[in-house]
């Protein structure tokens, strides 16, 4: 009787943690997306460098705090791949270039979306 109210409570602790860490992923990665979409693609179309360079570097300092949770979590090649198109796309605006940051951060956008969608509860997440 002891072992299974021990693996009762370390079920519901396991599953509990990760209910947390998929709310505060899901606000992050959504957090990250919109301003990509609403700010900074927006300034990088208008050549408002200044703009996109400040929201954006916002961004990559909110996606370092997530990344130390999101590896314990995800899968390290697809953390490690976002992060360096956080990176060529912070180069991208730096140097203004206006067609291969909009590319870059466009691709990050979806791989965004693909970090999310591999957090969701499934089936194909699981097998």
């Not at 990559?60 to 990176?87: P, Q």
């Not at 270039?97 to 957090?119: C, I, P």
Request: charged content about 30%; proline content about 2%; overall charge negative.
């Amino acid at each position: 009787m002891r072992a299974l109210i021990v693996s009762i409570i370390s079920l519901s602790l396991v599953v509990g943690i990760w209910i947390v860490y998929y709310n505060y992923s899901d606000d992050a990665l959504d957090k990250m997306k919109t301003s990509c979409e609403d700010t900074v693609i927006p300034a990088i179309k208008d050549d408002d460098w200044e703009t996109a360079r400040t929201e954006f570097e916002k961004q990559y300092k909110d996606w370092h705090k997530y990344r130390r949770a999101a590896l314990f979590f995800l899968d390290t090649e697809n953390v490690n791949s976002t992060d360096a198109s956080f990176a060529r796309a912070l180069e991208y605006i730096d140097e203004e270039d206006a067609s291969n940051a909009r590319g870059e951060v466009l691709s990050l956008k979806e791989q965004l979306n693909s970090l999310k969608a591999n957090e969701k509860p499934g089936l194909s997440n699981i097998f």
